[in-house]
């Protein structure tokens, strides 16, 4: 089932830019995109382009920092790479991620065994 | 911090907008670029790829302003957009643009011009610590009965504010009492003296104070000390405070001033203490002689026996919690018991309190109420004058409006836009204005009296700018509504469906005369006002004053009673300086009196022997002691009888001189020579001997008194001193200021002169007040009638250019050029008669509040209300008359062919 594009959160669209530069190392646009795609197993059909004004957030917030360089193509692109800052909130995310899902499991676990 | 990190970035980018935009740009093109090549790797041609990039990305353009949103601050560079906008249009259209900044700066300047005085004068806290609880006590006379002031046939109504008088050292002793409610009241009186000693004598102005004076105040000496408890009882040795003005002029600010004297009417004082160079005293912030010398105020036990007398000023602080209100109720009870104790003096007599700061610009504050009115009004005027070019741009440029309406341009970005085009202009307006407010600023303190209090701090300090800042602000806004609220109504089919001409909607015309009947009428009243004020000052300038002001100089000689103990040796004294000045050029009398005309006098009431008058049997005359020169120096032409002549001396019968209203007031017109007056049943009689012409003694607008002239060389039998000196001259009379001094001098090296002024000077000053405020009405009407007439044009001509295919039809049908005028002075003669209709209507509501100006002219004086209406309705017609003569070069087939 394709997850609509609507439905990706702004909070976890956050989360999988940081996890990506975290797991990839600097990263560009269009990678950041095709590695959130591919790691939903194409479930996830980002509009593309709602993820530059995140990425502007998180470079404003100093979570990340770009710097042009030039692609495996050979062409010119931004790189995005995780801060020492942005590390720690990919963890603190991640923490608290973890724990609403958790929360969520169980609610929806319960509720299952109690009809 | 997040936050805060943020917002320092976004302020980073705000300040480089151009690089973010096209960071931007190029990276989602690379993302794009990316996106095809992966596409044309799975098989797509390129230009498939290009389109199914753009698809797979999503809307660019929605990114990019997304991106926009996030980066800088975008609502503010759509501000900033729209500033530099309207700026460039302002600039393309100059000449509308530069008269509504003028028209609009002239308000904002007038408007800011006054402010500053009002700020200054009646807003600024007084120069003291914790001056909100500073206040003054004074009394006043409630509810006393009805004066038998029969010879003018009017009695006191009982409702009457109470009659202001100083207030009783005797009662102050009582008031004192309340310590709960203040920290501390004190006794200030204003006294003169004789300074002698190294340097010339001068005559210097002081106070004398209760030693707690200046702790009442909050402010504490530069060098010494204030005076302490025991200073200000009977008998204590004399000591005083000095100015730091006289610190400067007399001791060269000699640091070891203290424990020196100096010496006032022959009384060695030591200085204990000097004051701060920046101390005003509170009772001289209309005074503008400075006071040098403070002593202390010691009472003498009779007159603290005595309630009646009413002799000094008293300031007092607050305690802290304690209300006005609350003060004052305490203070009413002591003075009801005081009336209880001592009915005969003190049964009518109460105490009042008033913040100290409202006591000292009471006086000014009504004149203030109709300034701020007035400027208000020619604010309104410019603001009418622009709100209408901006009507007529708004028409113009209605096809541009509906053209961007119809793209899809919300009404509310449309009405934004002209907003900040009004704000615009008000912002140049306001820039130009605060330019025009330093100028008028300038030119009120340089005209205005001095009588006027703090006028030094007048300035347009960051109140005065914010205070311009804010009325552009509100006049932006005011003029710019309407133009926008019409444009917002726009219909964007209406606009584009037919020419200009057919959608000129009777709605802006309707509004426009709306403006032009508020702008007419409010210029009917400042000219109305105007007119009263101008009327006021012809009838003053016409008083008769029953003497010569002109080429009369006269000086104040005080002869301390220390060393001219008698009237004698007063009379000697004054008849040497007469001898002296007599013989020098250019003098053609010299004469001495107590007092001269306009300045000050001796009112006392007398009986007549033989004459049963109303009341207690006396009537009040106007009194002076003077020399048989006295009537030549003055003008003062003799009607019956003979003048005073040097015969009338000490042993001769006591003689005296009437004007003609003693004969009309105390002997219904019959004739006083021969008759007997005295002061008291235990004074002598006094005879009259002559009769002048009437005299206006305290100048032109004062009521008219009986006036009684005595011996000066029979003074021994009156309560009055020999002080004043006058010569009549035929050269310049202040040319003659050093002769009198000299001569004063070499009779007497230790007398100082003091008031040397001529008469004319006097008057001038006198006048300075009524003529000030005349000139600044006068000023702002005329501003007023130039505004209406900007506008009236504009309104007209813009008529004409509109209506140009009705008159080019109305032509063609045959009409000439002077009906076509006539129809449209019609038309706007209609508006004119509606405006001045309503401005006399208003003028008439409002002129209760100017009648405390005028000077003998009814508030509602027919002749200048027909008068100043009847002018505006003329210039009105005229401007229409000159405005349309457009109309009638209007050439029909040019007309009729339309755009």
Same mark, same amino acid.
């Given at each position: ?9 702004? @909070? ?16 560009? @646009? ?55 800052? @942005? ?21 929806? @676990? ?6 | ?345 003190? #049964? ?17 504050? #009504? ?8 400027? #208000? ?50 912002? =140049? ?232 209203? =003693? ?237």
């Amino acid at each position: 089932m394709a997850i609509d594009k609507t439905d990706v959160l702004q @909070g976890t669209l956050v989360l999988m830019i940081l996890k990506t530069l975290d797991t990839l190392g600097p990263q560009h @646009g269009y990678g950041i995109a095709r590695r959130i795609e591919q790691m939903s197993g194409d479930q996830l059909q980002l509009n593309q382009g709602t993820l530059y004004p995140a990425l502007v957030r998180l470079e404003q917030a100093g979570w990340v920092r770009a710097r042009w360089g030039v692609s495996e193509n050979n062409r010119r692109a931004k790189f995005y790479t995780l801060t020492p800052r @942005g590390a720690r909130q990919l963890s603190a995310e991640a923490r608290r991620w973890e724990t609403v899902a958790g929360i969520v499991e169980r609610f929806l @676990g319960a509720a299952e065994r109690q009809p | 911090m997040n936050r805060l990190r943020i917002l320092f970035a976004r302020i980073l980018e705000a300040l480089r907008p151009r690089r973010v935009e096209d960071d931007l740009a190029d990276e989602v093109q690379s993302h794009l670029d990316h996106l095809t090549d992966e596409l044309v790797r799975r098989g797509m041609s390129r230009d498939d790829a290009r389109a199914a990039a753009r698809r797979q990305f999503g809307g660019v353009d929605q990114t990019f302003e997304a991106v926009r949103d996030r980066r800088g601050f975008p609502r503010l560079d759509a501000t900033v957009r729209d500033v530099r906008y309207a700026a460039r249009l302002l600039m393309k259209s100059r000449a509308f643009t530069i008269t509504a900044v003028l028209t609009l700066a002239l308000g904002i300047g007038v408007n800011t011009a006054i402010f500053s005085f009002v700020n200054a004068v009646i807003l600024q806290p007084l120069p003291y610590p914790g001056a909100d609880r500073l206040i003054s006590l004074w009394e006043g006379r409630v509810g006393a009965p009805p004066a038998q002031d029969t010879s003018r046939g009017t009695s006191i109504a009982h409702d009457m504010p109470p009659a202001r008088s100083a207030v009783a050292p005797a009662n102050l002793v009582d008031y004192r009492t309340l310590s709960s409610y203040f920290t501390g009241l004190a006794g200030v009186a204003t006294v003169g003296h004789n300074l002698t000693g190294a340097g010339t004598p001068e005559r210097l102005l002081g106070e004398e104070v209760t030693s707690n004076y200046f702790s009442v105040l909050g402010v504490a000496p530069a060098l010494g000390r204030t005076f302490d408890a025991s200073e200000d009882q009977p008998g204590a040795a004399p000591v005083a405070i000095i100015s730091a003005g006289l610190w400067q002029a007399r001791f060269g600010m000699d640091d070891r001033i203290l424990g020196r004297t100096i010496t006032l009417d022959n009384t060695p004082y030591e200085i204990v203490g000097v004051m701060p160079a920046g101390f005003t005293s509170a009772m001289q912030f209309t005074n503008s002689d400075p006071v040098a010398f403070w002593t202390p105020a010691a009472y003498p036990p009779d007159l603290l026996a005595n309630h009646g007398d009413h002799e000094i000023n008293v300031v007092g602080r607050l305690a802290s919690g304690v209300s006005l209100a609350s003060a004052q109720s305490a203070l009413t009870i002591v003075s009801e018991d005081l009336a209880k104790r001592f009915p005969r003096s003190n #049964s009518t007599c109460r105490a009042f309190l008033t913040p100290l700061r409202d006591d000292i610009v009471s006086k000014v504050r #009504s004149s203030f109420v109709i300034l701020i009115t007035t400027v #208000s009004a020619i604010l309104l005027i410019a603001c009418v004058n622009v709100a209408n070019l901006l009507l007529v741009r708004a028409v113009a440029r209605r096809r541009e409006m509906a053209v961007r309406v119809a793209l899809g341009a919300g009404r509310s970005r449309v009405m934004t836009e002209l907003i900040t085009e009004s704000l615009v202009l008000a912002a =140049f307006a306001c820039a130009v204005g605060v330019g025009f407010a330093e100028i008028t600023r300038r030119l009120l303190v340089a005209a205005a009296p001095a009588t006027i209090p703090r006028l030094a701090g007048v300035s347009l300090d960051w109140r005065v700018l914010a205070f311009a800042a804010l009325v552009s602000l509100v006049t932006g806004l005011g003029f710019g509504l309407l133009p926008a609220w019409q444009a917002g109504r726009a219909r964007p089919v209406d606009a584009l469906r037919s020419s200009e001409r057919v959608v000129a909607g009777t709605w802006v015309m309707r509004w426009r005369n709306a403006l032009m009947v508020v702008e007419i009428a409010l210029s009917t009243i400042l000219l109305t006002g105007a007119g009263l004020m101008l009327k006021s000052l012809v009838l003053l300038n016409g008083v008769d004053l029953g003497f010569r002001p002109d080429q009369v100089l006269t000086a104040n000689v005080n002869l301390p009673e220390t060393r001219y103990r008698t009237a004698d040796d007063r009379l000697q004294f004054f008849d040497a300086i007469a001898a002296r000045l007599s013989s020098q050029p250019g003098v053609e009398s010299v004469a001495f009196a107590n007092r001269f005309p306009l300045r000050g006098g001796w009112e006392t009431g007398v009986s007549v022997d033989g004459v049963v008058l109303p009341g207690d049997g006396s009537i009040d005359v106007a009194c002076q002691a003077v020399s048989p020169q006295y009537f030549q120096t003055l003008g003062i032409p003799l009607v019956r009888g003979r003048l005073l002549t040097p015969a009338d001396v000490k042993a001769t019968e006591p003689v005296a001189v009437v004007s003609d209203e =003693f004969s009309r007031k105390v002997l219904a017109g019959g004739d006083p020579i021969g008759r007997r007056i005295r002061r008291a049943p235990t004074a002598p009689w006094i005879t009259i001997v002559g009769v002048v012409h009437d005299v206006r003694r305290d100048g032109r607008e004062s009521v008219m008194m009986p006036q009684v002239f005595l011996a000066a060389a029979q003074t021994q039998l009156y309560p009055v001193r020999i002080a004043d000196l006058a010569v009549r001259t035929s050269a310049e009379p202040k040319a003659l200021a050093g002769a009198i001094r000299a001569a004063v001098l070499d009779v007497d090296p230790n007398q100082p002169i003091t008031a040397v002024r001529t008469l004319d000077e006097i008057l001038t000053a006198r006048a300075a007040e009524r003529r000030f405020e005349t000139l600044l009405f006068f000023l702002f009407a005329v501003l007023a009638l130039v505004l209406a007439v900007v506008g009236i044009f504009g309104v007209v001509s813009y008529a004409v250019s509109q209506r140009t295919p009705e008159i080019g039809i109305r032509m063609a049908l045959g009409a000439d050029g002077t009906r076509i005028l006539r129809w449209l002075i019609g038309r706007t003669a209609v508006v004119v008669v509606i405006g001045a209709a309503a401005g006399v209507a208003a003028s008439l509501l409002l002129s209760k509040f100017v009648a405390a100006l005028l000077f003998q002219v009814q508030p509602r004086d027919e002749t200048v209300y027909a008068l100043s209406a009847g002018l505006l309705a003329m210039v009105a017609l005229l401007t229409t008359a000159i405005a349309a003569r457009a109309a009638t070069k209007v050439d029909p087939t040019t007309a009729l062919r339309g755009d």
